[in-house]
Each structure stands twice: as C-alpha cells, then as structure tokens.
C-alpha cells in the first residue's frame, strides 16, 4: 500500500524548510501541526516522535527525520528526477554550500532579529541586537546581488506582521539572554 509522508510542524519555523522542499517536489503529505505557542511539543506523544520537543519532523514509510536541512537534503535525495540534487558533484557542493550558508552563517542572525522584534515581551527587546544581528547577516561573505536580495529579505523579516505564532510560553519565565 502507498503510504503517505507525514511532516509534524509549525508555521512560521524552520519546519517551513521541510514544508518548501515537499511542496517544491509536490509530494502528497499529510501536515500535522505541532502548535508551540500552546506548548504541543512538550506532549508525550510528541515527545515519542522526537524527545528534543522540536519541528520539524519528517516520518516516512518507518524513517523518522529531524533537523530541516537534512529533512531537505533527504527528500531532495529521494527524488533526484526534480532536480534538486544534481548528480554532478561540483553542482551538489553548490547545494550543500547554500543549506549550510543558510544554517550557520544566516540563521543565528535572522533567530535573533525574530527573538528581539517577535519573540520576547516587548520589555525584553533589546533594539541594539536587532542592528547587530542585521550587521552580522550582512557580513557573511555575499556578494553585492546576494547582499540586495538578503536586505530585502531582512527587511521583509522586520515588516512582517503576520510572523510571530505568539510569545513561546518558554520565554515569559526565563528570557534566554542574547
Ligand atoms: N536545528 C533544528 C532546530 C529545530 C528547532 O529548534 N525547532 C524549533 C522551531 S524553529 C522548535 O521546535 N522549538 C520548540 C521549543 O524549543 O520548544 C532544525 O533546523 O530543524
């Protein structure tokens, strides 16, 4: 019997990753929302799927993934005839450049920008990491074209009213400190 892939996730997250990638290969799926600002994650039978507490998780035919980018990588993988895992591998080092750009050198920079103007409670937003956090992204070693397209993105980012899920019942107590 065909099974059905099924993604635990939370919108918007980094399990927006694993959602691009399935909609990008238009893979059938079945969405399962995990939702974090009511505290979800912390349920047992979330827990037995990935005891870290975290989206997003991938379950597919008995592989249960976690972690976005090898999420990504695996269904990019699993479907080599859509293109988004060049056999070539001066291509695939292209690829693998771009995930883990995107995971180490961009995401601290962006996670802080959305802790400091969404996450926390307005009394613990420190204005001065936002600019350096905007800095830092900046700096990552672009150049000029991918700099403009990143502004823009950070600009869209700062703008966004629709981002937040709600302040993570996990930072009313215990602010983590940037
Ligand atoms: N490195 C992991 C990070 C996963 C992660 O931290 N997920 C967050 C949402 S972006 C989460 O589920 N947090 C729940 C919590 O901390 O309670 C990935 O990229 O998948």
Same mark, same amino acid.
């Given at each position: 019997? !065909?099974?059905?892939?099924?993604?635990?996730? @939370?919108?918007?997250?980094?399990?927006? *990753? =694993?959602?691009?990638?399935?909609?990008? %290969?238009?893979?059938?799926?079945?969405?399962?929302?995990?939702?974090?600002?009511?505290?979800?994650?912390?349920?047992?039978?979330?827990?037995?799927?990935?005891?870290?507490?975290?989206?997003?998780?991938?379950?597919?035919?008995?592989?249960?993934?976690?972690?976005?980018v090898a999420i990504a990588l695996y269904l990019a !993988?699993?479907?080599?005839?859509?293109?988004? @895992?060049?056999?070539?591998?001066?291509? *695939? =080092?292209?690829?693998?450049?771009?995930? %883990?750009?995107?995971?180490?050198?961009?995401?601290?920079?962006?996670?802080?920008?959305?802790?400091?103007?969404?996450?926390?409670?307005?009394?613990?937003?420190?204005?001065?990491?936002?600019?350096?956090?905007?800095?830092?992204?900046?700096?990552?070693?672009?150049?000029?074209?991918?700099?403009?397209a990143l502004a823009a993105l950070l600009a869209k980012?700062?703008?966004?009213?629709?981002?937040?899920?709600?302040?993570?019942?996990?930072?009313?107590?215990?602010?983590?400190?940037?």
């Open positions: 019997m !065909e099974h059905r892939m099924r993604l635990y996730e @939370f919108g918007p997250t980094r399990s927006t *990753r =694993a959602r691009w990638m399935l909609q990008e %290969l238009g893979v059938d799926f079945e969405a399962v929302t995990v939702n974090l600002a009511a505290g979800e994650q912390h349920r047992p039978e979330f827990l037995r799927i990935n005891p870290a507490g975290k989206v997003p998780v991938l379950v597919d035919d008995g592989v249960v993934l976690t972690e976005s !993988e699993k479907y080599p005839g859509k293109g988004f @895992f060049p056999a070539d591998a001066r291509q *695939r =080092a292209q690829v693998n450049r771009w995930l %883990l750009f995107s995971a180490t050198e961009l995401e601290q920079p962006i996670w802080r920008i959305f802790r400091h103007t969404r996450l926390y409670p307005e009394n613990l937003r420190l204005p001065g990491e936002i600019a350096r956090a905007h800095g830092e992204a900046m700096a990552a070693g672009l150049s000029q074209k991918e700099r403009r980012l700062a703008d966004a009213q629709g981002l937040t899920p709600g302040v993570h019942p996990g930072y009313k107590q215990s602010p983590e400190k940037p």
